[in-house]
Every structure is written in structure tokens, then in C-alpha cells.
């Protein structure tokens, strides 16, 4: 029974050797129907070698055992050469095909904008407003690899949208600012009844500050640097700058008041909308908020490089209900860095809507 079972084994791993074999000759060769049938007929012999070797050797036909044993076992280890060379050769091209698909999906995704919609109920906002819509954009990263083309897509949904104020949330420009006003045109053609807004991401300090200032004035966008500001008397907006403008450029990163302090100023009566570039939340600011805007992360932008990010900030996409009725809200980004790809995180605009709670 065992050796039935083996022999079972055998010829059917071996004879699967040889029809891998014999598929790879027909399409190599473009063999015809007679040739066909003539290597069909060759590598079923040599299947059942092995096996006549010992059938010959019981019945005392030793010699011929032996000779066909030479061909027999001489092709075995042809065969075993030729499979792992071409399986490991077929691995590779089915991982250079996935790798293709991948990197045409992730450049293909990474111009699928997508609109995401948050809506938040607050008692906070006045009598005289029951919603307020705030369009977010972040790490967009304007510069010899998003140009005009995004930023025609980004300014085209954002109009459709008509949100009533728009925050770019840091790292609206990259690290090269060179002919750049063209695009700074385009974005002031954004006209939302109350205004736009920016703040300092790492990439503003790293194109450098003051270059970032003129291009957001340029833009139309109000730069709000550690600084709150009373927005018509709807809501509080507080920006605060990223620390990499502390830690890297001492020299012009030091402006403002510290988060802090601006929250602690804030009207508390008043809804508190909190622009700050990275997904970082401080302890003593809880509760001080309503609202956090964030981004930086890019939702990792090509997985797995989410898990890397996670690390840093576990708070890293989405929406986050915090304590003492704070919430965090975090952008997976609307451009791309680095690589134009993205895979299992698509760029986004945000739409929050605050909606009035009426009492």
C-alpha cells in the first residue's frame, strides 16, 4: 500500500515536470501538431523510465536496465536543471507583471481625486449660520511633479464644491519654487466667501519661508503662522507652524505664540477650527479645540509604507473623536511626494461641514 502510494506520487509530480516541459517546448518551438505528439510521446516514456529501470532489473534484464537507467536518470536531472531555471524564470516574470500593474494602477490612482465629506454637528456656530463648509487641502507639494495639471483638477473640484473658506494645511509647495507664480495665478482664482487660509508644513521652511509667504499671498491665501484670528465673528482659526521651522531654522521659525497659548486666548464660546500640520495632538489642548485639521502623513500614500507612518503618527487618516469633545480630522493628502503613485491611498479634498445643533 505505501509503495503504491509513492509510486502514485511519483509519476504524478514527475508527470507534471514533463507537461510543464512539454508546454514550454510547444510554445518555445511553435511546434506543429506531429511534433507535438512526437515530444508528447518521447517525455511519457521518460515519465515511466524510472520505473522500467526497476521493472527490467527484478526480471534479470540487467543490462538493458542498466543502459536505459543511464538515459533515464540523465534526463532526470536535465529535467530538474531545466524546471528550476524556467519556474524560477516565470516567478520573475509574474512578478515583473504585477509590478508593472502596480505601478500603472498607483500612477493611475494617484490622479483619482477623491471628494471626502465630514459633517459635524456643534452648538457652537451662531444663531444666524446653521452650516459652514470648510474645503481642506494638504500636502499638495507644487513643484516639478504636480504642476498644472493637478492643481487644474484640485481648483476644478473645489469649485464645484463652493465651500464657504478653504485651509491648505501645510506643504501646498515643495521643496523647489522656482517658476512657480503661474500656479499661484491659478489658485487666485479661488474666491470663497470667507477666504483662504494657509499654514507653515515642513516643506514651506524646507522651499524656504519667505519664498512660501510670497507665493500664498500671491495665491490669495491668508498665512496664518502661530498666530488666531476672529473669522467675522463665525468661528475661532488657529494656525500654528510645523517645528520643523523651530528645530532646522531657528533663525525665522521663532514667531507667534505657542499653540497653547493661542487655544487658551481662543473665544471658547465660539467654534475653534485648529490648522496644524502634522497629526500630533497635545494633551493640555483638549478640549480647547473643536476641530483639528491635519495632514502630512499621505495615508502612507503607497502601502506598505502605511505601516512605517503608523508608527509615527498612529493617528495617521480619517476622522478621530478625541477627549473632552475634541476631534482630529486627517488628510491623506491631495498631491503626491516623490514617487506620482499612490496604492491603497487615493488623494483627497475634504469637505467638513459644521452643522448647528439647535437647542
Request: with cysteine; glycine share 8%; net charge positive.
Amino acid at each position: 500500500m505505501a509503495m503504491s502510494l509513492f509510486l502514485l506520487t511519483f509519476l504524478s509530480i514527475y508527470g507534471a515536470m514533463h507537461l510543464y516541459l512539454l508546454v514550454k517546448a510547444r510554445s518555445a518551438l511553435s511546434a506543429g501538431l506531429g511534433a507535438s505528439v512526437g515530444m508528447a510521446m518521447f517525455l511519457a516514456l521518460m515519465v515511466v523510465a524510472p520505473v522500467a529501470v526497476r521493472l527490467l532489473d527484478r526480471h534479470g534484464m540487467h543490462l538493458a536496465g542498466r543502459y536505459l537507467a543511464y538515459v533515464a536518470y540523465t534526463w532526470m536531472g536535465l529535467l530538474f536543471f531545466f524546471f528550476c531555471l524556467s519556474f524560477c524564470l516565470d516567478v520573475f516574470n509574474l512578478f515583473m507583471r504585477v509590478l508593472a500593474w502596480l505601478a500603472s494602477w498607483s500612477a493611475y490612482s494617484a490622479w483619482q481625486i477623491h471628494v471626502d465629506r465630514v459633517v459635524l454637528p456643534t452648538r457652537k456656530l451662531p444663531p444666524q449660520l446653521d452650516r459652514l463648509t470648510i474645503a481642506q487641502i494638504s500636502d499638495v507639494h507644487l513643484g516639478p511633479m504636480v504642476g498644472e495639471n493637478r492643481l487644474t483638477r484640485i481648483i476644478g473640484l473645489l469649485q464645484r464644491a463652493k465651500p464657504d473658506l478653504v485651509v491648505a494645511t501645510g506643504d501646498l509647495v515643495d521643496a523647489q519654487m522656482d517658476r512657480l507664480n503661474n500656479l499661484a495665478a491659478m489658485l487666485a482664482t479661488l474666491d470663497p466667501p470667507l477666504g483662504k487660509f494657509a499654514i507653515a508644513g515642513n516643506h514651506e521652511f524646507y522651499a524656504g519661508i519667505r519664498q512660501s509667504a510670497r507665493f500664498l499671498k500671491a495665491a490669495g491665501f491668508k498665512f496664518l503662522r502661530n498666530v488666531d484670528f476672529d473669522l467675522k465673528g463665525l468661528i475661532n482659526l488657529v494656525g500654528v507652524d510645523d517645528p520643523a521651522g523651530k528645530r532646522r531654522y531657528p533663525e525665522i521659525g521663532q514667531v507667534g505664540k505657542e499653540e497653547k497659548i493661542l487655544l487658551a486666548d481662543a473665544n471658547s464660546e465660539r467654534f475653534t477650527l485648529l490648522l496644524k500640520h502634522r497629526p500630533t495632538v497635545e494633551k493640555e489642548s483638549l478640549g480647547r479645540f473643536d476641530l483639528q485639521l491635519s495632514g502630512h502623513t499621505h495615508g502612507g500614500q503607497i502601502f506598505p509604507f502605511n505601516l512605517i507612518t503608523r508608527l509615527f503618527y498612529p493617528r495617521q487618516r480619517g476622522l478621530y473623536h478625541l477627549e473632552k469633545g475634541s476631534v482630529l480630522y486627517v488628510s491623506r493628502g491631495t498631491g503626491t511626494w516623490g514617487p506620482p503613485m499612490r496604492f491603497l491611498s487615493p488623494p483627497e479634498v475634504t469637505l467638513i461641514e459644521l452643522q448647528r445643533v439647535k437647542d
